[in-house]
């Protein structure tokens, strides 16, 4: 067991701040060597440099001698073998995120020192990617409606969501039916035994923040660190999930308002930004927006919502999202006759990685009438961006039978090492709402470390929390309570 001892740490960028401090996990004389593996590590098509393989799991962790499938690894072995402390996994994000492509080709998202001392692995979680992922009917998927304009359309949104998920069962076979985060937390306590790792090193990404509580709450005792990066709240219901969200992406939306007000690199500086966009929305609301972007397509006010906030993930990205909405007010308000000219494909199928989402939440919705009550809500608590991504998942899981294989809890974790809440105050996805419920769900099981400033994530953002999280990883320093990083100013 690890025992809890009082430290401290110095910050590259900020006050020296009180820390507490674990105990390795094995002495620092005593660097542990790469230990025996049943996988089977080959040189990756895309990159030799990194290190492919497949473990073979069970479809249904309730009949592990049934139906298998193989979930797909990949390895960037540590640099510094001397200097091994052992193996991080990385939880990707999403849902849909590929863990193999972020180590194939996008393993300096980790510092060098985590390089230097790690192994880093990650991997498509079940029915993603390249680990047998859900497919569905390409026709059936295009049915699915951004917003519901009435109740007939709510009724007819529930008969093709049960289509598609008969559709989607058919093609994908049983996996389609086991595709939640239970499992896969499962799935990564075996990748942990396979890489031989006593006890778990992990570091969760806005979406796999959930598989990293989940694998907490189920295996607390094969914890040895574990960061949730962009946490989210996986304790909400339908009213609570959409508002957080509502008021998240405002949050967001008025950040970037304030620095077009005082940054010469806002092409929309000493304009009134809000009275741009409510013309914008009001011409989508029309049927009269036209993205120049895409053809002179119609805009729709969802996808304007959804484009908008989407470019809100990084500051570096603020002076393009100013650009585009001086394009799109400047826009032809004549549409162009039929949708952008689509990639030419023969493929009647499509991979649809956001089932996981419909078994990890239930957010059932009686009627339209229902349906319309929080659509006016969120234009209250979000006049600007008033149709968050968070409706089309909604939307999306509509009618999905209940109970669903994972739902919404108050989070159950009895760890001996405290999980390490990485979160940022204007975090346009992830909401530091989210992140500050977590953390008291958590209590003394969990650390929140702040990051005053934007975007979705901060480990690769602020040098702060980067040197705060790889501590934490490395040598198990924890911060101390109510520790915050200083923001990074955005670029004028």
């Known amino acids: 067991m690890l025992r809890v001892r009082k430290s401290a740490v110095g910050w590259a960028v900020a006050l020296a701040i009180t820390a507490t401090a674990l105990a390795p996990a094995s002495p620092a004389t005593a660097r542990p060597q790469p230990p025996p593996s049943i996988l089977d590590w080959q040189p990756c098509p895309k990159d030799a440099t990194a290190e492919c393989g497949t473990l073979s799991l069970p479809v249904d962790w309730h009949q592990p001698r049934g139906e298998r499938f193989d979930l797909a690894l990949a390895r960037r072995v540590a640099t510094d073998p001397a200097a091994r402390t052992g193996t991080l996994v990385f939880g990707p994000g999403g849902p849909g995120d590929s863990g193999v492509d972020r180590v194939v080709t996008g393993s300096s998202r980790f510092s060098a020192d985590l390089r ?16 047998h992922p859900v497919i569905c009917s390409r026709d059936l998927l295009a049915r699915q409606p951004q917003l519901i304009a009435d109740q007939a359309q709510f009724d007819a949104t529930l008969a093709n969501n049960a289509l598609l998920r008969a559709d989607c069962r058919a093609r994908t076979g049983p996996l389609y039916d086991h595709v939640d985060t239970t499992s896969a937390a499962r799935d990564l306590d075996a990748v942990r035994a396979a890489l031989g790792e006593r006890r778990l090193t992990f570091h969760g990404s806005s979406y796999g923040t959930l598989l990293g509580t989940r694998y907490a709450e189920l295996f607390p005792d094969r914890v040895r660190a574990v960061v949730l990066e962009a946490a989210m709240d996986h304790s909400v219901g339908t009213r609570a999930f959409l508002d957080t969200q509502a008021v998240t992406t405002e949050g967001a939306f008025d950040e970037f308002v304030a620095w077009c007000a005082g940054s010469t690199g806002c092409v929309l500086n000493g304009r009134d930004v809000r009275a741009v966009w409510a013309g914008l929305h009001g011409r989508a609301e029309r049927g009269a927006l036209t993205d120049p972007d895409r053809g002179g397509a119609v805009l729709p006010p969802f996808e304007l919502s959804r484009l908008a906030h989407r470019k ?24 162009s006759v039929g949708p952008p000219a689509a990639t030419p494909t023969d493929d009647a199928v ?74 940022t105050v204007h975090d346009p996805a992830s909401g530091y709402n989210w992140a500050t419920n977590v953390a008291r769900q958590l209590g003394r099981h969990g650390v929140l470390l702040t990051y005053q400033g934007w975007g979705h994530g901060s480990y690769t953002t602020s040098p702060c929390v980067g040197q705060a999280v790889d501590s934490y990883l490395i040598d198990g320093v924890v911060p101390g309570p109510g520790t915050r990083c200083p923001a990074i100013e955005p670029e004028v």
């Open 312 to 335: 809100l993930y990084e500051t570096r990205w603020w002076p393009e999202l100013a650009e585009w909405i001086v394009k799109l007010e400047a826009a032809t308000t004549t549409p």
């Open 350 to 423: 499509a991979p649809y990685p956001f089932a996981v989402f419909c078994q990890d939440w239930s957010l059932p919705v009686r009627d339209y009438r229902e349906y319309a009550g929080h659509l006016g809500r969120m234009a209250r608590l979000a006049p600007d961006l008033r149709y968050p991504p968070a409706l089309f998942a909604l939307v999306t899981c509509l009618g999905t039978p209940t109970p669903v294989a994972n739902p919404q809890h108050r989070l159950r974790v009895r760890t001996d090492v405290p999980l390490l809440i990485a979160a």
């Open 116 to 131: 230097r001392r790690f192994d880093i692995v990650s991997f498509d979680p079940r029915g993603t990617g390249r680990s």
